[in-house]
């Protein structure tokens, strides 16, 4: 199976200021990784998402880059805000099975 | 954007009794469904890939007698978790998707 984890279990960050969640992953078969945020009491919503074959990929004030080589990949938050608040887990999984592992979460909290 | 409902969204029962838990996915169809469950600050743990028309497959450790996955069509999936204990108290949350995983709110059960 896959084993998922977070360098930091919390992460605090003024407001306006730019947030860096990071990851990392085992299994090197792995080819499909997203990130989701979790506020309290509901269920995850999807953030962004990277596959193996590249190495960065942006969204709207996201950047999720991957380092295959340490088996690493980082969430990128610019100009965070109070509603960034919540929890973030990295998942990684085999595209074509749809299984995702799910790694410990960093709460982050944005202070204003 | 897919969206996936769960229903009910919180429950409480007594301790020997059934729950039974929805999963919709409301504007696609998927062959595949996921059941994970999450215990207070902690991170999602997947249970059991749910098949439309089979059987569903689960994940090592979990009871597959006590938690009963039917994916009767393409948009609903069941777990019905079978003479429920206090420590069956969690969170239980579905993902549907034909290949980003979305998920559904979340379903509280208490076990009193």
């Known amino acids: 199976g896959e084993s998922v984890g977070l360098h930091l279990p919390t992460l605090s960050v003024q407001e306006g200021d730019n947030s860096i969640i990071n990851c990392a992953y085992s299994?090197?078969?792995?080819?499909?990784f997203i990130w989701y945020k979790q506020e309290s009491g509901k269920g995850p919503q999807f953030i962004i998402d990277?596959?193996?074959?590249?190495d960065k990929r942006q969204g709207q004030r996201v950047t999720v880059l991957l380092n295959k080589t340490v088996k690493h990949l980082s969430l990128q938050i610019a100009a965070t805000q109070p509603g960034d608040s919540a929890v973030y887990f990295c998942?990684?999984?085999?595209?074509?099975?749809?299984?995702?592992?799910f790694g410990r979460g960093t709460q982050l909290t944005v202070w204003p | 954007g897919a969206v996936v409902s769960q229903h009910p969204s919180r429950v409480i029962c007594k301790s020997g009794t059934s729950v039974k838990i929805e999963c919709r996915s409301l504007?696609?169809?998927?062959?595949?469904m996921f059941w994970y469950r999450q215990f207070p600050k902690q991170s999602l743990m997947l249970m059991a890939t749910?098949?439309?028309?089979?059987?569903?497959?689960?994940e090592q450790g979990v009871e597959k007698d006590k938690f009963l996955i039917n994916h009767a069509s393409l948009t609903l999936s069941t777990l019905t978790v079978t003479s429920a204990h206090p420590e069956d108290s969690s969170f239980y949350i579905c993902?549907?998707?034909?290949?980003?995983?979305?998920f559904g709110p979340g379903t509280r059960l208490t076990v009193t």
């Open positions: 990277i596959r193996s074959n590249m």
């Open positions: 749910s098949n439309e028309g089979s059987k569903a497959t689960y």
């Open positions: 504007d696609f169809q998927a062959t595949t």
């Open positions: 998942a990684g999984g085999g595209s074509t099975l749809g299984r995702l592992y």
């Open positions: 299994n090197s078969a792995s080819d499909y």
């Open positions: 993902s549907a998707g034909n290949y980003e995983q979305y």
